[in-house]
T-cell receptor, first 111, second 115 residues
Framework: AQSVTQPDIHITVSEGASLELRCNYSYGATPYLFWYVQSPGQGLQLLLKYFSGDTLVQGIKGFEAEFKRSQSSFNLRKPSVHWSDAAEYFCAAKNFNKFYFGSGTKLNVKP | ETGVTQSPTHLIKTRGQQVTLRCSSQSGHNTVSWYQQALGQGPQFIFQ???????GRGNFPPRFSGLQFPNYSSELNVNALELDDSALYLC??????????????FGPGTRLTVL
C-alpha cells in the first residue's frame, strides 16, 4: 500500500539548535514530495517541494529537505530553530491524482 | 490575489444529518481537492475535482460527494453523518497545466462536529 510515514510524533529542540524531521514514503516510483507546516487552528502552508532534479531543495523560512531514493526518505532540516517554528509538520506525497499525508510531527521549541 | 477561503468556519450537526461545506479557490486555479483531518492526524485525501469532474478519490464512501462549479468554487457534501465524521475539512486549490500544477494552496478549514 502506498503510504507516507513520519516516525516521530513529537520532537523538542532548544531554540538555536538544528532540526531534522524524518519522512519515509513507500511507492513503486518516486512520487512528488512536499513538506507542509500547520500552526494551531490554521490551514497548511507549503514549505518546500521536490519533483525531480537536485535532491536538496530549499524552502521558505530557512528550511531545506533532501531526497534520498535509496532510503525512500525526504527529511526536513533547519540549521537553527526559532521559537516561531513551533508547529506541526506534515510530509506529503502525490502519486497520480492522489495525495498522501503522514501523520505529522509536532515540534516544540524550548527557550 | 485572493487566497483559498472556506465556509463556514465551524459547524455542529447531529448524527444522520447532511452537511454542505464550501470552498472558493485561489484566483486562477482550476483544480480543487478536499481533505479530512481528524484530531491528531494528518489530512486524508477525499477527492479532487478538475473541470467540474471528479478525477481522483481516496478511500471514502459514496456518502462523501462533491461539486465543482464553472467559477472553480467547490462544495463537499456529506450525507448520513456519523460521529467519526467530526474533523477539520480542508480545501486546497491548484493550477493544472502550469509549472505550479502540483502545488496546492490550502484554506483554513471548516471544523465539523457531529453529535
Amino acid at each position: 500500500a502506498q503510504s507516507v510515514t513520519q516516525p516521530d510524533i513529537h520532537i523538542t529542540v532548544s531554540e538555536g539548535a538544528s532540526l531534522e524531521l524524518r519522512c519515509n514514503y513507500s511507492y513503486g516510483a518516486t512520487p512528488y514530495l512536499f513538506w507542509y507546516v500547520q500552526s494551531p487552528g490554521q490551514g497548511l502552508q507549503l514549505l518546500l517541494k521536490y519533483f525531480s532534479g537536485d535532491t536538496l531543495v530549499q524552502g521558505i523560512k530557512g528550511f531545506e529537505a533532501e531526497f534520498k531514493r535509496s532510503q525512500s526518505s525526504f527529511n526536513l532540516r533547519k540549521p537553527s530553530v526559532h521559537w516561531s517554528d513551533a508547529a506541526e509538520y506534515f510530509c506529503a506525497a502525490k502519486n497520480f491524482n492522489k495525495f498522501y499525508f503522514g501523520s505529522g510531527t509536532k515540534l516544540n521549541v524550548k527557550p | 490575489e485572493t487566497g483559498v477561503t472556506q465556509s463556514p468556519t465551524h459547524l455542529i450537526k447531529t448524527r444522520g444529518q447532511q452537511v454542505t461545506l464550501r470552498c472558493s479557490s485561489q484566483s486562477g486555479h482550476n483544480t480543487v481537492s478536499w481533505y479530512q483531518q481528524a484530531l491528531g492526524q494528518g489530512p486524508q485525501f477525499i477527492f479532487q475535482y478538475y473541470r467540474e469532474e471528479e478525477n481522483g478519490r481516496g478511500n471514502f464512501p459514496p456518502r462523501f460527494s462533491g461539486l465543482q462549479f464553472p467559477n472553480y468554487s467547490s462544495e463537499l457534501n456529506v450525507n448520513a453523518l456519523e460521529l467519526d465524521d467530526s474533523a477539520l475539512y480542508l480545501c486546497a486549490s491548484s493550477l493544472v497545466g502550469g509549472l505550479s500544477y502540483n502545488e496546492q494552496f490550502f484554506g483554513p478549514g471548516t471544523r465539523l462536529t457531529v453529535l
